[in-house]
């Protein structure tokens, strides 16, 4: 019998965000027979659980923080090599900044033979702070160099990963996939009845805006708020959802609560039945700060719902401006008003870009695509020949 391959994906937090969706997506795809699949996490959530769920193993590593600490992060970074060195995994596979970081580091020092990084949008230069943005950028040069493959989800993550040191012959462009089959466009009756089940939206001239995401600085939910207040006030057939939770949850409930349309914006926390709240969205919005390639517009524009996104690298790479959704120029809440209101009155347009968006998934962006080409990756890279 041939020996599995044992790969160690590493995360930080145990939230079912789009970067923990993309590791369980990749985890679930892997032949339990052909691999022996670990993931590590902080802490216990529902990430943990969905792991578990699908026959993963589980390794907590408490020590791992988003914040800079100089004693934590060596504390992690102690951690993660030990429990390398213990398990002796063929494949380490890291994701996002921080964990990266450390994982990757970790993972040269315990003698890992294969190194795998995926960037989900580089955050150090949307980074205000000179110097905190330079060393960010050092701490990603330095784990590019022991990185054996950089997946990036875009052509402009390449070009920066080419500065931080990484050559071509190191990286993968692989873009996300979704399941189609899941995320996929309700029929007429179903979506009106799913509507007024999930929003309480009777009529089928009321227009149902979201965004699903986390409540953090990243996804710029502040934004999304301040256009729809905006917007609430204009048009009194348009209500807007937020699926998903955060630290600024309270702040943005407290600007809501003060404009008065409470009633028509809300927040709904984190759900486990997004594919069945997208099929009843008319509209996703999602107006990020700095992406890699974000599964929500994936997911959206899989179920038909045209995307409203703020112009950076990761969302343009994926909305096309007028073809099959619109962008906005980033933080500019005023251009986010008038884009809304533009696919609001425009039922015809609103369908025109949702038959294309579903297409260019369809067509291109597909999860079983995708994990064909990550596997190939692991073993490719695997049988490397030594140095």
Request: positive net charge; charged residues 25%; glycine residues 6%.
């Amino acid at each position: 019998m041939t020996r599995r391959i044992k790969i160690i994906h590493v995360q930080l937090l145990p939230l079912m965000s789009g970067v923990q969706k993309v590791s369980l997506d990749e985890l679930a795809r892997l032949d339990d027979a052909c691999y022996e699949r670990i993931g590590v996490c902080k802490c216990e959530g529902e990430f943990t659980e969905n792991l578990r769920r699908i026959g993963v193993r589980v390794h907590l590593v408490p020590e791992l923080e988003r914040a800079i600490s100089p004693t934590r992060d060596t504390q992690a970074y102690r951690a993660l090599r030990d429990f390398f060195r213990k398990e002796r995994p063929d494949i380490v596979h890291t994701h996002s900044s921080k964990p990266g970081v450390l994982g990757r580091l970790a993972a040269r020092s315990a003698g890992v033979p294969l190194i795998v990084h995926t960037v989900h949008g580089f955050a150090f230069p949307s980074e205000p702070r000179k110097v905190v943005r330079s060393i960010f950028k050092v701490l990603e040069r330095l784990a590019g160099r022991v990185t054996d493959k950089m997946i990036v989800l875009n052509d402009t993550d390449a070009t920066i990963a080419l500065d931080l040191g990484v050559p071509s012959s190191r990286q993968a462009v692989l873009p996300n996939g979704v399941d189609t089959d899941i995320y996929a466009p309700a029929e007429r009756e179903h979506r009106l009845s799913l509507r007024k089940a999930a929003f309480g939206i009777d009529s089928p001239d009321h227009v149902a805006l979201g965004r699903a995401a986390r409540l953090w600085h990243q996804k710029n939910p502040q934004c999304f708020v301040r256009a729809a207040i905006e917007v609430a006030r204009k048009r009194a057939n348009a209500s807007f959802f937020m699926i998903g939770d955060g630290e600024l949850r309270g702040e943005l409930e407290a600007t809501v609560q003060s404009s008065g349309h409470a009633s028509r914006i809300r927040i709904l926390g984190w759900r486990s039945d997004v594919p069945t709240l997208l099929k009843g969205l008319d509209i996703a919005v999602l107006p990020s700060r700095w992406e890699g390639m974000p599964l929500a517009i994936l997911e959206a524009m899989s179920s038909a719902v045209p995307v409203i996104a703020s112009d950076i690298p990761g969302n343009h790479h994926l909305v096309r401006e007028g073809n099959d959704g619109r962008l906005f120029p980033l933080d500019d809440a005023e251009a986010l008003v008038a884009a809304l209101i533009d696919l609001i009155d425009n039922p015809v347009k609103r369908a025109r870009l949702s038959a294309q968006a579903r297409a260019k998934v369809v067509a291109d962006y597909t999860l079983t695509a995708r994990m064909e080409k990550l596997k190939a990756i692991y073993q490719t890279v695997l049988h490397k020949p030594p140095e």
